[in-house]
């Protein structure tokens, strides 16, 4: 996507080929499947649940880079976070992919990244899968999550 700027699309790249708590925790207690079966994108959230924190998080699939890097970044920012705190920052990233708010841009971060999103309609369900997926593990869902 040569119409994301730069150093977005560097920091994506970038982590879709190398990404974050890529792997399949042992020590997982609960854990969801999500499909976007829009572009093919396929992933599964580990999560270690300490009470109410998230304190392991892993994912494991395969999709393009930008679903890639999401869940890859989104493991990063939700690791020793409350289940409430977790989902406070979904909802901030979904009001920056979708266009609908840039007023958070600065609190998610890295996440920031993923605003050239909103401009791409069918990425937005790429760059928001794995955060679907970690919605439903947290509660502990055990249906796949589907995008469609
Ligand atoms: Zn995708």
């Known amino acids: 996507m040569p119409e994301l700027r730069d150093l977005y699309q560097e920091v994506i790249l970038e982590h879709s080929k ?14 969801a499947e ?5 572009c093919g994108d396929r992933f599964t959230v580990y999560l270690e649940m300490d ?3 998230i ?5 494991q699939g395969a999709g393009c880079a930008i679903s890639k890097a999401s869940a890859s970044m989104m493991t990063q920012s939700v690791k020793g976070k409350t289940k409430a705190e977790a989902e406070r920052i979904f ?6 992919v979708t266009g609908h708010s840039h007023e958070h841009e600065a609190e998610l971060g890295k996440l920031a990244v993923f605003s050239g999103v909103s ?4 990425r937005v369900k790429c760059a928001t899968l794995a ?5 439903a ?3 502990g869902k055990q249906e796949k999550v589907s995008t469609e």
């Open 18 to 31: 190398a990404p974050r708590n890529y792997k399949a925790l042992e020590s997982a207690n609960q854990k």
């Open 34 to 38: 999500g499909y976007n079966p829009l």
């Open 51 to 53: 009470g109410d924190k």
């Open 55 to 59: 304190r392991e998080i892993g994912f």
């Open 91 to 96: 909802e901030r990233f979904h009001k920056l």
């Open 119 to 122: 401009e791409f309609p069918v």
């Open 131 to 135: 955060w679907h997926t970690l919605e």
């Open 137 to 139: 593990a947290l509660e």
